[in-house]
């Protein structure tokens, strides 16, 4: 039998309790079904009619499809194919998160989850959102930015700001946190590990570090490497090397992210240095 490559199905390695699906220039039709988990995902190429709690939508490339745990729905291309990517996740994981916001924003939750309010959106800035989501759960990046980039998406989804308050200084607990990054640059960290650390929820411990510190703990500690980097490229290092120091997955990521901070390559900044 021929392997439909149209479709792709994956379970996060990161986090377990996530499928991610593909679609790719696909045909297929769909009865009325529904979900127990979460899906939300975005339209790529085409256009669909969605029908999702009695209303009928017409979606295309850029919108963003919110279904809630239950929800019956349908969503089928109008004519030739349409490719999109969605997000499964678990309802009961969702809702627990969804409650570490809230309880920081001074909201509550009468329910076991917050469901989307609409049955798609087209706002930027969830879109951005979601894209660097998916795509950290797609390369499988570490735990640390995996679940910062859900926080961020689901605070946005709540349509909420940051308004829980935050101290002048940061904390001794929260200065221990980020000593620990930097002298366990190599390691691979949990956000739980580190919001015990410093006497935080895991999504209080994500705002305050950015709030005191510029970015997000995985951020920082990425900043921190690529510092670090410039130091061992300018001694005359090999770039293999200073990628297996610093503890990148490898060379490629390595001079991915260097490029993303400095705009040229590490052998390219090296010449200047080393003959």
Known sequence: MKKDSSASFKQSTVLPWVELRIANRTSACYDAHSHDEFS????????????????????????????????VHSCNPEAGTWSYSMLFIDAIEMGAL?????????????????????????????????????????????????????????????????????????????RRVKEKLLDEITGSHQLEQLAQEAEMSRYQLLRAFKHHFGLPPHSYLLDEKIKR?????????????????????????FQ?????????????YQSHFVD
């Open 40 to 71: 939300f995902g975005i339209i790529e190429q085409g256009q669909a009619e969605y029908r999702n709690r009695h209303q009928s939508h017409r979606i295309g490339k850029g919108d963003i499809v919110t279904i809630n745990p239950a929800d």
């Open 98 to 174: 969804q409650r570490d916001v809230l309880q920081h924003e001074r909201s509550r939750m009468s329910e076991d989850y917050q469901p989307f309010k609409e049955d798609f959106e087209r706002d930027q800035a969830l879109r951005h959102g979601y894209l660097r989501l998916f795509h950290a759960l797609q390369s499988e990046a570490d735990a640390l930015q995996v679940e910062s980039r859900l926080y961020d998406f689901i605070q946005t989804s709540l349509r909420l700001g940051t308004r829980q308050h935050i101290a002048a200084k940061p904390s001794g607990s929260l």
């Open 229 to 253: 980097a410039k130091v061992m490229l300018k001694s005359g290092q090999e770039i293999s090397q200073v990628a297996y120091e610093l503890g990148f997955s490898d060379q490629a990521h």
């Open 256 to 268: 991915r992210q260097f490029k993303k901070r400095l705009a040229v390559t590490p052998k390219y």
